[in-house]
T-cell receptor, first 116, second 112 residues
Framework: NAGVTQTPKFQVLKTGQSMTLQCAQD?????MYWYRQDPGMGLRLIYY???????DKGEVPNGYNVSRLNKREFSLRLESAAPSQTSVYFC???????????????FGQGTRLTVV | EDQVTQSPEALRLQEGESSSLNCSYT??????LFWYRQDPGKGPEFLFT???AGEEKEKERLKATLTKKESFLHITAPKPEDSATYLC?????????????FGQGTTLQVKP
């Protein structure tokens, strides 16, 4: 029972480099999310996907793009990394979609990204 | 604007010393309040969901309660293994999203 799997677990990037964070869930969930967690800021929503084929911006989308590749996979791309994007990134999924989204979300173990 | 505020930011207890964590929320229409536990270096782990005022949920030494403006996570006779950051989150009716909005968390340390 893998749940939500994120890769990589750790990454160091140079300013201006690009990378894609991968996320996959095996729970047949409809909704998927990307959050970042910074000290003193809590968890902030970057992008989410309420169902396969749809994506929407969260609180802090600037500098990021996402792709909902299929029902299982939701990737987060940094096109030109900046030191301000140094953070811990969490992917999550939940069963519901649309107005039925009153269910809990399940989180991956996180990707610790440092941009130098 | 939907908002979640947790207090205190940090709490130190002696083993066996019961206490409560607070989560105050302002949302346009609550569609669930969630409590999570997060250990250092790990992702948040789901604990409870509460949907309506007056509802209560229990799990071992933890009990979560909900009113129309806030939720409490009561910890009875805590043990050192209860040390973690506890996160509160809400889902609201805003738009057609149902996205989770998190508070900043309360870091609990239980000393033996």
């Amino acid at each position: 029972n893998a749940g939500v799997t994120q890769t990589p677990k750790f990454q160091v990037l140079k300013t201006g480099q690009s990378m894609t964070l991968q996320c996959a869930q095996d729970m047949n969930h409809n909704s998927m999310y990307w959050y970042r967690q910074d000290p003193g800021m809590g968890l902030r929503l970057i992008y989410y996907s309420a169902s396969e084929g749809t994506t929407d911006k969260g609180e802090v989308p600037n500098g990021y793009n996402v792709s909902r590749l299929n029902k299982r996979e939701f990737s987060l791309r940094l096109e030109s990394a900046a030191p301000s994007q140094t953070s811990v990134y969490f992917c999550a999924s939940s069963p519901g979609t649309g107005f039925g989204m009153n269910t809990e979300a399940f989180f991956g173990q996180g990707t610790r990204l440092t941009v130098v | 604007e939907d908002q979640v505020t947790q207090s205190p930011e940090a709490l130190r207890l002696q083993e066996g010393e019961s206490s409560s964590l607070n989560c105050s929320y302002t949302v346009s229409g609550l569609r669930g309040l969630f409590w999570y536990r997060q250990d250092p270096g790990k992702g948040p782990e789901f604990l409870f969901t509460l949907y309506s005022a007056g509802e209560e949920k229990e799990k071992e030494r933890l009990k979560a309660t909900l009113t129309k403006k806030e939720s409490f996570l009561h910890i009875t006779a805590p043990k050192p293994e209860d040390s973690a950051t506890y996160l509160c989150a809400v889902r609201s009716y805003s738009g057609n999203t149902g996205k989770l909005i998190f508070g900043q968390g309360t870091t609990l340390q239980v000393k033996p």
